[in-house]
Every structure is written in structure tokens, then in C-alpha cells.
């Protein structure tokens, strides 16, 4: 009993200096999530940096369908980054989206954006990042098409607690958890397409 006293005391006195801490001296969350597709080529990704780290990827091309998904979660004691992309093309059209948000000390940030597209080689491609870097938020969300036919949007609204607001795109850092696949067309045999994991 008295050793898990002293293991809970040593983890609180942790915890409360990690929060303490200046946003400079603790470890900074980010998140980027990515998909790429293209009739019969697939490609996703995702990567994360933060105490708590993870990015996971899924790709698939099956019946003419090609679907990628990316998910990445970035955590620490300044906050929170979270960012998702999926992505799905098949027959004459491709579409995807791509949404982010970081809640922090230094402020919060979210971004989406999505892309829809017919004829040609039907690819989009949709993803965004988001982190934390010298006590400051920042992300943004990018997505295009190479159809004949496109429509695509990016919007990004950056709030850093000290009252200023930055509207606009930025994409920055390379984090250390990264997860990505790319695939040529073939036909994967068996299951289900799994939102998460490998």
C-alpha cells in the first residue's frame, strides 16, 4: 500500500510540473493526415508528434473502388491536435475531404477542406496539418482535383489566445509518428474495408 502511495505521489508531482512548465519547455502536439486518389493508384498517410502519439493509414483498391483514410492524434500537456483525411474515387468520379483541430495554451486552430471531381483520371487529393510550435498555433488544409470537372474548397480559422486571429494556410513541420501507404491497382481479396488501423 505504501509503495502504490508513493508511485501516485511521484506521478502527480510529474504531472503538475509538466503543466507548469512554459509552453516552450514542453513537448509540442502537431497532426497531418493526407490522401491521394487516382484511378487504380491509392495513397494515404498521417503523422503525429506529442507525448501521445498516433497516426494510422488504410488504402485499398477493390471492384474499381479505391478508398484511403489517414488519422493522426497528437497530445501533450499544451494540448490537443487531431487530424483525419479520407478519400474515395470510383467509375468517372473522386471526392475527398480533410478536416483538423488543435486545442491548446497558446490558442486553437481548425481547418477542413474537400475536393470533388469527374472524368479524366478522377484524382483528388485532401489533406492538412495542424501543431503547436513556441507557445503558437498554427495548421491549414489544402485539397485539389485533376478531373475535367472540379470543385474544391480550403478554410482555415487560426485563434491565438493572446486576441489575434489568423485566417489562411499554413503547412509546416515534418513530426516524428508517421504512418502512409501507397498502392498500385490490384484487387484486394476477403474483408471489409477497416476505417482504422492496418
Known sequence: MKRQTLCTIAAATLFTLALS??????????????VDIARGRVGAGANADGMIQIAKSRSSSKNGVDFGHGFALGAGPNGLAISNSIGVGGGQAGAAHNVQLNIGRGGAHVSHGGVVTQ???????????????GGQVYGGSHSTGYGQHTK?????????????????????GQPNATSSRTMPARVIRGGGIRMFGR
Open 119 to 133: 472524368g479524366g483520371n478522377r484524382r483528388v487529393i485532401s489533406g492538412g496539418h495542424t501543431g503547436t510550435s
Open 152 to 172: 474544391a474548397y480550403s478554410k482555415s480559422h487560426t485563434r491565438q489566445w493572446g486576441g489575434q486571429v489568423y485566417q489562411g494556410q499554413v503547412y509546416q
Open 21 to 34: 512548465a512554459s509552453p516552450a519547455e514542453v513537448s509540442a502536439q502537431s497532426a497531418g493526415s493526407w
